[in-house]
């Protein structure tokens, strides 16, 4: 028995029994074999991307690949954080969010940058320990630089302001708290951020 979770431009995402399965779409106005080529690589890559980030201690569904164009994952029983933040309590709310900044920490140190850092892509498991896990790569890549790195955060601001306005202060002062004490890196990512952050808004 399948269940469609999700449909978008690039993939349909569905539950089959215990599992996850992303199913990268055909794209008509491509040459089939490039098509192929293409769904192919990002495939791989989303796999690769998620097995270097769960090695690197981050909590991310355990994946493997079933064919050239799916990924098998399990699945997360929990909420999207996007659904959960706004209505914890002040105090859950700041551990949770210093849970995220060592997340994203560890990644970095990694190389590992996730492309889509929104609370949207982030699941709050409910069943045994409270743990958020770190969903959809496929917008990621592998890169050290300090710019890439800045974007990401950049990114996971703006969902913050967009979605989460009235605790945007709070929420963001914890992550980058333990983001900036759990990687080496961080004052000069943070900085470049801040660039981004200023160009932006004088845009």
Known sequence: MEKIIQRGAEAVIFLRGSELVKERLKKGYRIPQIDGKIRKQRTRSEAKLMEKARFAGVAVPKTRIENDFSLVMDYIKGEKLKDALNSMDAEKRRRIC??????????????????????????????????????????????????????????????????????????????????????????????????????????
């Not at 929104?118 to 770190?134: A, F, P, Q």
Request: hydrophobic share 35%.
């Open 98 to 203: 210093r849970s995220v900044g060592e997340m994203i920490a560890k990644l970095h140190s990694s190389g590992v940058i996730h492309g889509d850092l929104t609370t949207s892509n982030m699941i709050l498991k409910t069943e045994g320990k409270e743990e958020v896990y770190l969903i959809d790569f496929g917008l990621g890549k592998m890169s050290s630089s300090a710019e890439d790195q800045a974007v990401d955060l950049f990114l996971l601001y703006e969902a913050l302001k967009s979605t989460h306005f009235a605790i945007l202060e709070e929420c963001w002062e914890s992550v980058m708290k333990s983001y900036a004490g759990s990687y080496g890196k961080a004052e000069e990512v943070i900085s470049r951020m801040e660039k981004i952050k200023k160009r932006r808004r004088y845009k």
